[in-house]
């Protein structure tokens, strides 16, 4: 009988040597599908924690400048050293700026807006994070992407959470119209920008498309910091902090580990995670700045999540078919 050899694969040391490594590689790569989504909602809602930390010491629209000016310089020394592809075409460069301008200039500046107006950052994450479900609804018309009606009775249920969650906070004589309206512009930014990205800008390589976005946020918010702000900073340490923050972790970090995950193949799941963010901000922004929620508010954020989690549990069941 011919005896095995070490290196054969029918030999014991192989195969008590393979099945260690593959277990490790197994655990690890689980271990990342639960971790990663985890540490992206982490990130994504400190995004709402930073701008309130960096907003009394320099207005709106020039706090996002500083901050582009630094994620398109950090990103353009990546294309560049990886030598990645630029866009080929004007045209292509419009759309890459227009879906920027979009997602970047737009909603980053209502965001910020409605925190200097002083909407508590709980609603401010909520609002902005009706994204994905606005989307839809957009895309049902302007896309002809089709919505069942669980799809529809699950984004009324979220627009019922956010009239709770508002209702907790103001009455009707007393609402803060132009918090509110700040974070609809926000919400209004991104859900177009989304879709305009999704219609013309598909195929941008993120780190030169993101010089692009980043580089022409900069430039049109300059203009409208010089027309309308005073372009005063206070260089404070916990500016300084916020700033970094901000476009380091939020505007890099964030945003590719958000692509990350999409390219593993769960697009679907990647976008309820956004609405988890709302109830994690609002926990952060009662630990640091003891904004506080009432019952009603708590319902209302409830509400909202389950609303949310019925429209993308839904489509993501008519993806899979």
Known sequence: MKTPSPTSPSSPSAQSATPPASAANAASA????????????????????????GIPYAEPFTLTVLRMAIVSSILAIIALVTRAPWPRS??????????????????LSGVLYAIKLQLPLGFV?????????????????????????????GMALGLAGVALVILSKYSLASFNWGGLAAAGVALAGITF???????????????????????ATGLVLAVLALLFETRQVQWTGQFLFALLWL??????????????????GAAAKVASLFFLTPSVTALMAFALF????????????????????????????????
Not at 248 to 262: P, T
Request: hydrophobic fraction near 55%; aromatic fraction near 10%; include cysteine.
């Open 30 to 53: 689980q271990f990342w599908l639960i971790a990663a989504p985890a540490l992206f909602v982490l990130m994504w809602s400190t995004g709402f924690i930073g701008s309130r930390y």
């Open 125 to 153: 994450a909520m609002i902005a994070g009706l994204q994905p479900v606005v989307t839809a609804v957009f895309a049902h018309w302007l896309l002809d992407d089709r919505l069942n009606g669980r799809q529809w009775l």
């Open 90 to 107: 004007k045209a292509e460069v419009l759309h890459i700026a227009i879906a920027g301008l979009l997602v970047h200039a737009t909603y």
């Open 193 to 215: 920008g989304t879709l305009y990205q999704k219609r013309f800008c598909a195929h941008m390589d993120l780190r030169t498309g993101g010089v692009v976005q980043y580089l």
């Open 290 to 321: 003891g904004e506080a929620l009432n019952s009603l508010a708590v319902a209302g954020l409830a509400l909202t999540a389950a609303g949310v989690a019925l429209v993308m549990r839904t489509a993501g069941a008519a993806a899979r078919k």
């Open 247 to 264: 476009s380091v972790v939020l505007s890099i970090g964030a945003i590719g580990l958000l692509y990350m995950l999409i390219r593993k």
